[in-house]
C-alpha cells in the first residue's frame, strides 16, 4: 500500500517562503516520478512541479518558474517543494503524487496521491 503524507503547510505573508515535504512508503521510491499539485476548492487540481525519478530532471508550471524549487532524497524517500516569494494566489491545498515513468502534468496519470496540506498567503 503506498501511502504519502504532506507536511509544512501553513499562513505565510506575501513574498515569504514555505518548505513542503512529502514523505512516502509502501513503494520503490526511486521507480516513481513525483508531482506537486494544488486545489483551490471549486477548481480543477493544477499542476505545480514535478521531478523524476531519477532527481535529474524536473518541470515546472509557468506561475511558479523562478520562485518554486522541487527535489527529492531518494535516501529518505522524501521530496519537497521549496516556495519562495510567495504570492496570494499561491494559496491552495498542496498535494503530493507518484506515478511510474516521466513527468506529466495531468492529475489523472499519477497513481497515488496524498491528503494534502493548506497553503494560504495573506498578510
Known amino acids: 500500500q503506498v501511502h504519502l503524507v504532506e507536511s509544512g503547510g501553513g499562513l505565510v505573508q506575501p513574498g515569504g517562503s514555505l518548505r513542503l515535504s512529502c514523505a512516502a512508503s509502501g513503494v520503490t521510491f526511486t521507480s516513481y516520478s513525483m508531482g506537486w499539485f494544488r486545489q483551490v476548492p471549486g477548481m480543477e487540481r493544477e499542476f505545480v512541479a514535478g521531478?523524476?525519478?531519477?532527481?535529474?530532471?524536473?518541470k515546472y508550471a509557468d506561475s511558479v518558474k523562478g520562485r518554486f524549487t522541487i527535489s527529492r532524497d531518494n535516501n529518505k524517500n522524501m521530496v519537497y517543494l521549496q516556495m519562495n516569494s510567495l504570492k496570494p494566489e499561491d494559496t491552495a491545498g498542496y498535494f503530493c503524487?507518484?506515478?511510474?515513468?516521466?513527468?506529466?502534468?495531468?492529475?489523472?496519470?499519477?497513481?497515488?496521491w496524498g491528503q494534502g496540506t493548506q497553503v494560504t498567503v495573506s498578510s
Open positions: 503524487a507518484a506515478k511510474r515513468g516521466i513527468v506529466l502534468t495531468t492529475s489523472r496519470e499519477y497513481d497515488y
Open positions: 521531478i523524476r525519478w531519477s532527481g535529474g530532471a524536473t
